[in-house]
């Protein structure tokens, strides 16, 4: 304990105050992790929901490498073009578990779509919250210092239940994802404008606090309690003890201060409305980018929208007047019926173009900051960008709709269109469950498994078509 | 394995041949909670017959994020502050996020909890702040002074006195406050310190309960400063008071009399709102009226102000029928009196002169009674351009009677049919929509309660046709058993009203929002003397919260829970 946290003033005080783009970042979030092999490697999922425009998404030259002139202007994917090169697109993977009515288990295809996504298990009855971990938080459990779980952002509403959540920190535990970017950056680097001075105040207070608290856990621990409270009352205790010496409101990097001022005037009253979406998302990706570069976490996830739900569109060329789960639908409404609004496919692709501006946005973020070894960060990291459904008016769970950008650290190939099933037709995918790629970006990560997700479901193995 | 050809309809076709899924789409379907026993339930009588016991209550109950925000108010004299702004979100389990199996504190949280004491005791550092906190002259302030404050603003910050262990814990602390802090004296640092130390304890977030002694029953009796606790934050969802603190010091809480004397003393406290307000909110799900969206060609100036007008009016409702007339779930379904801006007057169509203010009004007896005939629900349960039926039906079923609804069948079409020559309203798209032998099971209760309130549009204003045909808001839905009529909003939900299925209901929800937990087996003597209760006196939230507080599992735990 005292030698962590002695070690963590030192690297407080050489790191105050300076800004990103450095060459000691490697270093920097190399701090004290406490598993795997001694590596840089990151991973970000950036999620949508309500499916996307299938017939236009992929790119229109065949499998196999990818170039700027695989992406049509009317791809789906075009603005990710910059980055054929960093690019890995799986094709043919369905989730497991598959949709409502194909697997029984608890949850519509919304609720599987959201819940099972990043778990690759089954829906609780009664609370439909996912039976267990998600791969982020289970990635962040092994890689990061203990205490800094993985780091869940999201922008615009959030659903009460399972359609508002992607992680979760263990079965019937969903990990809420902060919609307000100030609070996300002010967790982050709180106290990093405090002096030497005040920041040593700042964490004698916090030691004597917790030399005063440390008994009271200590002693309600031993008394007779049901499992579910002490489970309770030790997590807590333990996340009480690691915030000594983890992130706790100081990494060593700031937001440039003209973004900072624009992250401090947020109105916390709208940070989820519609016409915020673009804003707030932005902001959540410079702060996810900025968590990931100065190692305050190794994973992130962002995820933009609730399932069955998203904004109306009204900004970069696109109005539209129907939120973007009704138009996915084709029409007014929140299912298949109502009128028809004319050109939704090309408003359903106007979207999805968008959230891949979104994309190439964040990548172009990680690409930005160097690390030590002259790589990119983007290049260390494996960030994959998944969505709720595939074709979103038939809530299909198949041919499951997945960019992967970054090596992961050489782990992953790049400028590649692959087919993951064996069948020709890529609907036809039963062979290629979505838990094999779970369990590949466990192993990317350096976090060993055969087999992520519930036993009984999908296969075990990694996607060894997307190993480089 | 089922092929993944498209459009293989494995699923539905085992539907409609009556395999697994058909008894277990429509086993939630099959009924309502009226009176009588039911079969697959506990025993109550036997449980009764045993006696009633404590249910399952956790002896560590962390605060809610409002909670938190009151106590921290209440102990501080900050009125003004609310920290948990800026918390992460609990998330909801059956319906409500006050479920203390669920309020765990994951990092993010305990570094909210860490920043959110560190600012108060910033706050406190402001001298007319300090002047109320500390028991002397801050000016004087001394070691005597602090050892005066740690006895008195311990009691109220652990809700009971501090143990000479734990004074003297935070004497050593209080010592450790200079220098500490950028300025003050050491006294005024020596305070600061103590409240960010106090408001970072366990025994602050969480009400802690530490009694262990069996009584002859075998029953664990909790200390008045226990039930103490547990009144206040039932009631008021805030710490107790002093007058509360000293009724459990006399040993006034240790008897059903002076626990209802004290009971009846809070829900007439302002303080009450609190719980109230967010029970409502969260029985209602008002937070999805946030979402609600309208054409914007049919319904031109429907902006998000609206939606926001609209739950600030079922808001208002609710304090007013519940806290300021003392109501019951009957005056909550029937009561004519509402509260409308200039927006909601349009839609209700009142004649008059409004503003952006919100002023006390008596609707139409033949259009509006009542929560389920305000716009608020009527338009968040509705299409963009129209009616749900469905929408509808399904909340009345789902909140108010508490019946199983599953999802609808992920893979079926739920296309409506489209207006024509025989079809020409939404009740009759639902009709046609419903009819197949699949659907009937569940539709059976959902349709007509929905129907019932087709005289209000997709934002809730009323009309007499729907595309240009007369509206026809009859229908028949089990309720309490038998097979009940319903011709209109009216007749609705005057049938609901005096329905026993829905104050069965509204007391159950209660009671898992007021034990901050899911209801056991063990509960349900408990619930049912509470039902036989209220079915006559009406189901009175002020009077279900005091009856909560003389039930056995407000004031005993059981010994099964320890040493599990």
Not at chain 1, 178 to 189: F, G, I, S, T, W
Not at chain 1, 204 to 230: G, I
Request: net charge negative; proline share 5%.
């Amino acid at each position: 304990m005292r030698a962590r946290q002695s070690a963590r003033r030192n690297f407080l005080r050489g790191a105050l105050g300076v800004t990103l783009g450095l060459p000691f970042l490697e270093s920097l979030q190399k701090k004290e992790a406490k598993a795997g092999p001694a590596t840089n490697t990151r991973l970000i999922v950036m999620f949508s929901c309500n499916g996307v425009d299938m017939d236009r998404f992929w790119p229109n030259t065949g499998y196999g490498a990818l170039t700027s002139a695989s992406f049509n202007a009317d791809c789906g994917l075009a603005p990710l073009a910059p980055f054929a090169d960093r690019l890995l697109l799986p094709r043919g993977m369905h989730m497991s578990p598959r949709g409502f009515g194909w697997d029984a288990s608890a949850g519509d295809d919304h609720a599987k779509g959201m819940g099972c996504k990043l778990t690759a298990r089954r829906l609780i009855e009664g609370s439909t919250y996912a039976d267990g971990i998600s791969v982020d938080q289970h990635i962040a459990n092994a890689v990061n210092p203990s205490g800094t779980p993985s780091l869940t952002l999201m922008a615009g509403w959030r659903a009460d239940g399972v359609l508002g959540n992607i992680s979760y920190a263990g079965s019937n535990q969903p990990v809420l994802a902060e919609n307000n970017p100030r609070l996300a950056y002010q967790d982050l680097v709180g106290l990093n404008n405090l002096d030497d001075e005040e920041l040593a105040r700042f964490e004698a207070r916090r030691q004597s606090v917790l030399d005063l608290v440390q008994p009271d856990y200590e002693s309600l621990l031993k008394k007779k309690l049901s499992k579910a409270d002490r489970d309770k009352l030790q997590n807590h205790f333990d996340t009480v003890r690691d915030l000594e010496t983890t992130i706790n409101g100081s990494i060593a990097c700031n937001l440039d201060p003209t973004r900072e001022a624009e992250l401090e005037a947020i109105n916390p009253d709208t940070v989820s409305n519609d016409g915020e979406y673009k804003k707030i998302g932005q902001m959540q990706l410079d702060v996810l980018a900025l968590a990931i570069a100065c190692g305050a976490t190794r994973v992130g996830t962002m995820m933009w929208g609730s399932g069955a739900g998203g904004p109306i569109f009204n900004w970069d060329g696109l109005s539209h007047q129907y939120n973007h789960h009704k138009l996915s639908h084709g029409n007014t409404m929140d299912d298949n019926s109502g009128g028809t609004v004319a050109g939704y496919t090309d408003m359903l692709n106007g979207i999805d173009q968008w959230y891949a501006e979104q994309f190439a946005y964040l990548l172009g973020k990680l690409d930005a900051y160097e690390e030590a070894d002259g790589k990119s960060v983007l290049d260390n990291t494996a960030v994959v960008y998944m969505n709720e459904l595939s074709h979103g008016k038939d809530h299909d769970f198949r041919d499951l709709p997945i960019v992967i950008a970054g090596s992961c650290g050489g782990y992953f190939k790049q400028g590649d269109y692959v087919k993951v099933t064996a069948e020709a037709d890529t609907k036809n995918d039963a062979d290629a469950p979505h838990n094999k790629l779970l369990t590949t970006l466990c192993n990317a990560m350096g976090v060993p498994e055969t087999h992520f997700g519930a036993a009984d479901l999908g296969e075990d193995g990694e996607f060894d078509q997307l190993k480089a | 394995m089922p092929s993944f050809t498209q459009g293989s309809r494995w699923w539905f076709s085992g539907l409609v041949s009556g395999g697994l899924l058909v008894s277990a789409g429509l086993g939630g379907c099959t009924g309502d909670i009226g009176p009588g026993p039911d079969p697959t339930g506990p025993d109550v009588e036997a449980l009764c017959a045993a006696g009633d016991l404590p249910g399952p209550n956790p002896r560590l109950v962390r605060l809610t994020h409002a909670q938190y925000d009151n106590t921290v108010r209440a102990l501080l004299a900050l009125p003004e502050v609310s920290p948990s702004a800026e918390f992460l979100d609990d998330a909801a389990f059956a319906g409500f996020t006050n479920n203390a199996a669920a309020l765990l504190v994951q990092p993010r949280l305990a570094r909210d909890y860490q920043r959110a004491a560190e600012s108060l005791s910033d706050l406190v550092a402001a001298p007319a702040t300090m002047a109320v906190l500390v028991p002397c002259d801050v000016a004087a302030g001394d070691e005597a002074c602090a050892s005066e404050f740690i006895e008195t603003f311990g009691k109220r910050a652990f809700r009971r006195p501090l143990t000479s262990e734990e004074t003297q814990a935070f004497a050593a602390m209080y010592g450790r406050g200079n220098g500490k802090f950028a300025g003050g004296t050491p006294f005024e640092q020596g305070i600061r310190h103590l409240v960010e130390g106090f408001l970072q304890s366990p025994h602050f977030l969480y009400r802690v309960e530490l009694s262990e002694k069996l009584d002859s029953d075998k029953l664990i009796p909790l200390t008045g400063y226990e039930v103490a606790a547990r009144l206040s934050y039932l009631i008021w969802n805030s710490t107790p008071d002093d007058e509360l603190l000293l009724a459990a010091e006399n040993g006034e809480l240790d008897t059903d009399a002076g626990i209802e004397a004290h009971a009846r003393r809070l829900v007439d406290d302002p303080r009450a709102e609190s719980p109230v307000d967010d029970f409502h909110a969260q029985w209602l799900q008002l937070s999805k009226y946030d979402n609600v969206q309208k054409d914007a060609a049919l319904y031109p100036g429907f902006d998000a102000t609206v939606p926001a007008a609209m739950k600030e009016e079922t808001r208002r409702f609710i304090r007013h029928v519940v806290l300021e007339t003392s109501g019951d779930l009957q005056d909550l379904l029937l009561s004519r009196t509402t509260f409308v801006n200039d927006q909601l007057a349009e839609i209700y169509g009142l004649e008059g002169t409004f503003g952006s203010d919100f002023t006390q009004v008596e609707l139409d007896p033949a259009e509006r009674s009542g929560l389920l005939t305000q716009p608020g629900f009527l338009a968040s349960h509705a299409y963009t351009t129209m009616s749900s039926p469905i929408h509808r039906g399904v909340f009345v079923q789902r909140r108010l009677l508490c019946a199983d609804i599953p999802d609808p069948p992920g893979d079926i079409d739920t296309t409506l049919p489209p207006l024509s020559a025989e079809i020409k309203t939404t009740k009759q798209q639902v009709e046609v929509h419903t009819s197949p032998s699949g659907c009937v099971g569940c539709h059976t209760l959902i349709n007509a309660p929905g129907y019932a309130l087709e005289n209000f549009d997709a934002v809730g204003a009323w009309r007499t046709t729907d595309n240009g045909e007369p509206v026809d808001p009859t229908g028949d839905f089990p309720l309490d058993g038998a097979t009940t009529s319903v011709n209109g909003a009216i007749d609705l939900v005057n049938k609901l009203a005096e329905s026993d299925a829905a104050g069965a209901c509204y007391l159950k929800q209660w009671y898992t929002y007021g034990f901050a937990r899911e209801e056991s087996e063990a509960d349900s003597c408990t619930i049912e003397v509470l039902n036989e209760k209220f079915a006559d006196a009406g189901y009175s939230p002020k009077e279900m919260l005091v009856a909560f507080t003389l039930t056995k599992t407000f004031r005993f735990r059981i010994q099964e829970e320890i040493g599990q």
